[in-house]
């Protein structure tokens, strides 16, 4: 890998994993968003973001999902990793328009300021809690949960 022009990998139940810089996010609808998250560290920080929707990020990586009718899908999660480690599990229906709807996005900026170096940003605007805006996001990776077991 680059250093200076990290890639997010997208990779599990996709027909197209891919592998994508910040430059081939911005080829995708932008979102622009305004958010203040508590951070327990820092407290109440606010940023402005742009990016992709990350809907869309994997719709275009054609997820391996039965969508014909609403239940097969309800098993699938995101796992979002950023190039310290820090992971964070996103669910599909909290993206999935059917569903939760959320716009969350995969930030190609932050305040006006270019991600390119840094990679991009995993932005939750209804997250109260800042720790799963990861930053610098590496990989995601989608898949159903096994039957839960223990
Ligand atoms: N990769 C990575 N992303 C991360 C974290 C982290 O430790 N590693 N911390 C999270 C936490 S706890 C918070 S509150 C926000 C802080 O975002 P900011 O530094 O942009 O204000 O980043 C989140 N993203
Ligand atoms: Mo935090």
């Known amino acids: 890998m680059n250093p200076s022009r990290p890639v997010v990998r997208l990779h599990g139940h996709l027909d197209r994993p891919t592998e994508l810089t910040v430059a081939e996010l911005r080829a995708l609808p932008a ?3 305004e958010v203040s998250f508590d951070c327990l560290a820092e407290g109440e920080q606010r940023h402005g973001y742009e990016g992709p929707a990350l809907w869309d990020v994997l719709r275009a990586a054609r997820p391996r ?5 609403r239940k097969q899908r309800l098993r699938f999660l995101l796992s979002v990793t950023g190039a310290d ?6 669910s599909w229906a909290e993206i999935d328009p059917d569903f939760g709807g959320q716009r969350i996005l ?6 006006g300021a270019p991600l390119d170096t840094a990679g991009p940003q ?5 997250d109260h809690c800042g720790a799963r805006y990861v930053s610098g996001v590496t990989e995601v990776w989608l898949g159903p949960l ?3 077991a223990g």
């Open 65 to 69: 999902i039965d969508f014909s009718g």
């Open 106 to 111: 995969l930030a190609t900026s932050m305040d």
């Open 122 to 126: 995993l932005v939750v605007p209804d």
């Open 85 to 90: 480690g820090h992971r964070a599990v996103v």
């Open 146 to 148: 096994g039957a839960p």
């Open 31 to 33: 979102h622009r968003v």
